[in-house]
């Protein structure tokens, strides 16, 4: 199929390396969270966390189940198919959808603390819009003001809970001078590995400030992130108090 992907694949990039690790990563990750179900009790966001993590391993199967289903059916009527194999249209869309997927997998699927991370940030942006019309009409709407609140989500969450700074490190390379373990980092800015660059470190440093104040004046560190989660999407041009009541 890869040969194949190469040869025919005129509306992706024609890739001849799709390997099957990615699809041993998305196989497991789904029969795993099958598994799983009905096994114990999750919370909403727990729930949505898992929910999302099959989804990311649903689509690289079933774009590559669509891609065998294809090939099979064309191979009862090789006569019908067109010699020069970029002139199928039905096979390019599939190759095209197979390689798509297999990026996706590539990029997030075989690196669990990165998908991980991801479907948990996941999970707690659609909370948020739970509790903020404004959040979840931008997320209904796929507004263009979504996509400056999702980076400073991403950031916050990996500040507030260690397990999720993988995804704030996929997306700022350049300020985690080293592959970060969530089990090394601190909400300090310090890490036995120093792979913090300079600002990133005062920022946690900052960060871990206003989160211990405001854990101390509410008691409820519910009641914090909340407060935390609307100043993001309020965003640093609100005005002051906006989010916080």
């Avoid at 990029?107 to 940030?121: I, M």
């Amino acid at each position: 199929l890869a040969t194949l992907n190469a040869c025919a694949n005129v509306q992706g990039r024609g890739r001849e390396d799709l390997t099957v690790h990615v699809l041993e990563a998305a196989a497991e990750l789904y029969l795993r969270g099958r598994a799983q179900e009905g096994k114990e009790e999750r919370s909403k966001t727990s729930a949505a966390a898992a929910a999302a993590r099959q989804l990311l391993a649903s689509k690289v199967l079933y774009s590559f189940a669509e891609l065998r289903r294809h090939v099979a059916e064309i191979g009862d009527h090789t006569m019908l198919v067109d010699p020069q194999l970029c002139n199928n249209v039905g096979l390019v869309q599939r190759l095209a959808a197979w390689e798509e997927a297999w990026e996706l997998g590539d990029r997030l699927l075989v690196q669990p603390q990165l998908v991980t991370a991801l479907c948990e940030v996941a999970a707690l942006v659609a909370e948020a819009g739970t509790t903020s019309s404004e959040l979840a009409a931008m997320l209904e709407d796929q507004d263009a003001n979504l996509f400056l609140i999702l980076p400073r989500f991403v950031l916050i969450c990996g500040l507030a809970e260690p397990s999720l700074v993988p995804l704030a490190a996929s997306f700022l390379p350049h300020h985690f001078r080293a592959e970060v373990d969530a089990g090394e980092f601190t909400p300090e800015g310090q890490n036995r590995n120093s792979s913090l660059s300079k600002p990133m470190s005062d920022l946690c440093k900052d960060f871990s400030q206003v989160d211990k104040s405001l854990n101390d004046s509410s008691h409820d560190a519910r009641e914090a992130w909340e407060v935390l989660a609307r100043r993001a999407i309020a965003g640093p041009g609100a005005p002051s108090g906006e989010g916080e009541d």
